[in-house]
């Protein structure tokens, strides 16, 4: 059994109503995060570029259709699980968002889809300073900083 269907029969178990998969984009040691455009739920937040894992589709198809879709970017790998967070959609129901860090191509070519009005890539710091992101995302990027040493011989 893979990762993917533990994961998947997790989410189940715990009476979670949709999965989102986040990429997460280390480049020169820093995170990319993508801003909400003020016209979303969770408006105005620094997040990971994500989405909504759609019926019959694969975590790796979600993944690289949302960077695409988000950033104009190609998913050339998928290094490894980050962890998740759960949360309340904007209907109340329980979300979870399982992370991956990714590798990237076209990063250097980014153009943002229109749900989101900006990005950056930031280091630790930085994410601990900004006052328009989550507990949630930043926990997950401790995580992975403090765990990258174990990724980088994952490619």
């Keep these: 059994m893979q990762i993917y269907d533990i994961l998947k029969q997790k989410a189940v178990e715990d009476k979670i109503y949709s999965l989102v998969l986040g990429g997460i984009i280390i ?28 019926f019959g589709e694969t975590f790796k198809q979600c993944l690289e259709r949302h960077v695409q879709e988000e950033l104009n970017c190609r998913v050339t790998n998928v290094l490894g699980y980050a962890g998740h967070f759960d949360y309340l959609s904007d209907k109340g129901q329980l979300v979870r ?26 280091s630790v710091s930085e994410c601990d300073n900004l006052i328009d992101i989550s507990d949630e995302i930043l926990y ?4 992975v900083i403090s765990n990258r040493i174990l990724l980088r011989g994952v490619k």
């Design 140 to 143: 997950s990027i401790n995580m």
């Design 27 to 54: 480049n020169d040691d820093k995170i990319l995060l993508v801003k909400r455009a003020d016209n979303q739920f969770m408006k105005n937040l620094y997040e990971f570029p994500s989405g909504k894992l759609e």
């Design 97 to 122: 968002q399982y992370n991956f860090v990714l590798d990237v191509e076209n990063l250097n070519e980014i153009l943002l889809s229109s749900d989101h009005t900006n990005y950056g890539f930031f």
